[in-house]
C-alpha cells in the first residue's frame, strides 16, 4: 500500500441530525490517499450516516466535506460518482432484475460519454464504447472469480456472490475512493477471507483508496491501515488498528455492548 | 376447413391488429410506471396529443389559429406550406420530447418523494390540461391523418385465403386491412428496437437500473431527472406511434383519448411492471373483444366490446391479481 500521508479526503466538524436524533455529532476525521481507512462502532453509532455524507446521501446540517484538496460545495449523490467515489450498501442495493453482468456493467456509467442520439443509431462511436467497456467489466469479473454467474439475475443469487456482485459494480467505475458498508456482513469464515483479499488486492494493485465499514474485529485489525472508532454520533477513537485496540474510551464502549 | 371456423380465425386476427394499439398505449404506461411509479393518466392524451401535432405540421396549419383571429381579427388557419410525412414525424418527435422536458421541469422536479396518489392526481391534471391545449393549438374538427400507410383491405390476402374453405362453402376469402397489418408491423419493430435499446445502451441499462432502485441508480453516477425526461420522451414516442396508426385509422379527433381507458384493463391483465404483459395483455383484450362481440352479441345484444375488456380484466384481477407476468405478491408478516 503507497499511503503517502496526502489526504484524499479530509472531513471537519461534520454534524447531521435527523430531527431530535443527533446522528453524528461534530466528527472530524481525513482519509489520505492510498490507505484502508476503517470505520468501526456499535450499531447505531452513525457510521452508516457517515458514508451517506461522503457520497451525499445525506446532507450535514453542519461542518465541510474536503476532496482532493477542494472544499465540496452542495453535491448530489449522482454528482459525485461522477468525482471517482463508488460504493457498497449495507443491505445490498442491486438491480434485482439485472444479470450480474449488466449490473457490473452499471457501474461503468460515468465512464460512456456517448450521446443519446449515437445510442439510439448504434453508431458513431456508441458500440465501440460499449464493447471497450465491457472488456473492463470482463476483468472485474474475472478478478472476483464469479464468470460462472454472469448471466444470472442477482436476485437469484445467494447472499454471499450477491456482495461480490455489488463490490463488482463499485470496482467497475474504478473509483479514486470506494466507500464500503460492512462488505463481509453475514458472511462465513472462507467468504470473508475472500472478501479480505480481493479488498487488499484492489487497494494493492490500483492504488484505490477505501473507507469501509466492518464489525468484524479480525479483519479490521487485519486489513486497515487506520481506525476510527464511532460511538453513539461521536469519534472516541483514531488511529493505528494497535492504537485504537488499547484505547481504553474504545474498549468501554465495546463492553458496553453485549453483543460484541 | 369450414366456413365457420375460418371466420372465427379471420375475427381473432383482426382482433389481435386491433389489440396491437392497446398494447402500444399499456406500453407507454408501462414504461412510465416502472420507472417513476407514477401511473400516467395522461398516456391516451399525449397519443392524441402527438397525433394533433403530426397532422397540423403535415398540413401547415397554424397553430393557436383560433385565438389568434379572435385577438386581431384575422382569418389565418393554413401556411402555404405542407411537410413530408417524415419530415412532419421527426418534428413532432422533438416536439414530445419538448414536452418531456417541461413536464420534468414545471411538474416532476416539484413532486420528487410525493405519495403515488398525489402523483396520479397530477398526471389526471395533465391530461385535461393537454386535451384543453390540444384543442386550443390545433382546433377541435376531426382531422383525417394520411401519413402514407397504405390502407383497405389486402386483395392478396383474400385469395390467398379464398381456396382454403371446404369445397361448396360459401367463403369470399379473410378480410385483413392493411393498415392493422402495418401497425403491427410497425409495433413490432418499435418493441425490438427498445429491447434492444434498454440491453445494450448505456441509457437502457440507467433505466432498468433506475426501475429497480433509485439510490443505487444515484450511487453509480445516474441522474434520476435525466432518467425521467428521457423516460417520458420514450414513452412520447410510443404515444405518437400510437396516435398515428389510431388517427390513421378513425381520424384524429378527442375520443381517441379515451383509448387510454381500454388500457386500463389490458395492464390489469398483464400487470403494470411487465413489458410482455402489456404486449400480451393487449393482444388478448383485442382478440378476446372481438371474439365474444362475434359468437355473444346475436344472443346478449351488440355493442359488448364496450365492457367486455373491463369484465375480463375483473375476473383476471380477482384470480391472479399480480397480472399475467407480474411476480407473485407475497405479503410480508
Ligand atoms: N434516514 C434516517 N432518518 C432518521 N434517522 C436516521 C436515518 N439514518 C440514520 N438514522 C439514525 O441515525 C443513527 C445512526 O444510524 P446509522 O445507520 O448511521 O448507524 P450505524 O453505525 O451504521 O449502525 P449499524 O451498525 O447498525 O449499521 C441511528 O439512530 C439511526 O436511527
Ligand atoms: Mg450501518
New binding site residues.
Partial sequence: MNVDNTKMMDIKNIV?R??G?V??QNISFDIFKGEIRAII????????????VINGF?HPQEGEVWFRGKKRGSMKPYQIAHQGIARTF?NIALFKGMSALDNIMTGRFTHMKKSIFSQIIWAGGASKEEYENREVVEKVIDFLEIQHIRKTPVGALPYGLQKRVELGRALAAQPELLLL??PMAGMNVEEKEDMSRYILDVNNEFGTTVAL?E?DMGVVMDISDRVVV?DY?KKIGDGTPDEVRNNQAVIDAYLGVSEH | MSADFLYTIEVILNGLMAGVLYSLVALGFVLIFKASGIFNYAQGVMALFAALTLVGLQEGRVPFAHLINAVFGTKVHHFDWTLPAIAAIIFTILVMVLFAVLVEKLILKHLVNQEPIILFMATIGLAYFMEGFGDLMWGSDVKTLNVGIPQGGSLWFEDFTIGWAAEGEKFYGMYVDLLDVWAAIIAISLVLFLTVFSQYTKSGRALRAVADDHQAALSVGISLRVIWVLVWSISGFVALVAGMMWGAKSGVQFSLSLIALKALPVLMLGGFTSIPGAIVGGLIIGAGEKLFEFFMAPIIGGATENWFAYVLALLFLVFRPQGLFGEKIIERV
Fill in positions: 447531521l435527523f430531527g436524533v446522528a453524528i462502532g456499535p450499531n447505531g453509532a452513525g457510521k452508516s450516516s457517515m458514508l451517506n445525506y449495507q458498508d460492512e465499514i464489525h464511532m454520533g
